[in-house]
T-cell receptor, first 108, second 116 residues
Framework: GEDVEQSLFLSVREGDSSVINCTYT??????LYWYKQEPGAGLQLLTY?????DMKQDQRLTVLLNKKDKHLSLRIADTQTGDSAIYFC????????FGKGTRLHILP | GAVVSQHPSRVICKSGTSVKIECRSL??????MFWYRQFPKQSLMLMAT?????????EQGVEKDKFLINHASLTLSTLTVTSAHPEDSSFYIC????????????FGSGTRLTVV
């Protein structure tokens, strides 16, 4: 079946950039998403990119898409303690498939 | 725009009882709604897909008779957990799509179900 994979854990020092990577298998995916989940809360849509785009920037967030390699990344510039959360990558075609999530840990 | 309201956000019920979770699209017509379940420390698991006016399509391993899904209108889908057991305790999330949104899907905020 279709799959979305991402590393489970990332540690970054406060002020540095965080880069969370994701790969997906469904080449027909039309939208790629990044969601943020804080403890005890629901998913928060951070950003999305349409499959015909290579890059999207939104304030501190930069999404890069390599459609050929089916690779998606999320870069968070100037990482803050409030960025500590689990980040889910998701790909949508006929249905939306989520990765397992990357837990971002901020080091002081 | 494109808001999905999910209710309740938290519910505690006794074993053997049934619990209904509602998912409403507030400002768009949701032709398709999805129900997910999240196990601790795991990703969301798609349970079923429902199209308005049709029977839901369940993913493999999901019991249809236990997780009843109704999508009777373009703005409301419900998930009923019947004869709940403690192992049904989980975080349930719905999402909706109209097919015309510029970012595909909108998620509800989730329901934390605890069966005691």
């Amino acid at each position: 079946g279709e799959d979305v994979e991402q590393s489970l854990f990332l540690s970054v020092r406060e002020g540095d950039s965080s880069v969370i990577n994701c790969t997906y298998t469904d080449s027909s995916s039309t939208y790629l998403y990044w969601y943020k989940q804080e403890p005890g809360a629901g998913l928060q849509l951070l950003t999305y990119i349409f499959s015909n785009m290579d890059m999207k920037q939104d304030q501190r967030l930069t999404v890069l898409l390599n459609k050929k390699d089916k690779h998606l990344s999320l870069r968070i510039a100037d990482t803050q303690t409030g960025d500590s959360a689990i980040y889910f990558c998701a790909a949508s075609g006929d249905k939306i498939i989520f990765g397992k999530g990357t837990r971002l840990h901020i080091l002081p | 725009g494109a808001v999905v309201s999910q209710h309740p956000s938290r519910v505690i019920c006794k074993s053997g009882t049934s619990v209904k979770i509602e998912c409403r699209s507030l400002d768009f017509q949701a032709t398709t709604m999805f129900w997910y379940r999240q196990f601790p420390k795991q990703s969301l698991m798609l349970m079923a897909t429902s199209n308005e006016g049709s029977k839901a399509t369940y993913e493999q391993g999901v019991e249809k008779d236990k997780f009843l899904i109704n999508h009777a209108s373009l703005t409301l889908s419900t998930l009923t957990v019947t004869s709940a057991h403690p192992e049904d305790s989980s975080f349930y999330i719905c999402s909706a799509s109209s097919g015309t949104l510029n970012y595909g899907y909108t998620f509800g905020s989730g329901t934390r179900l605890t069966v005691v």
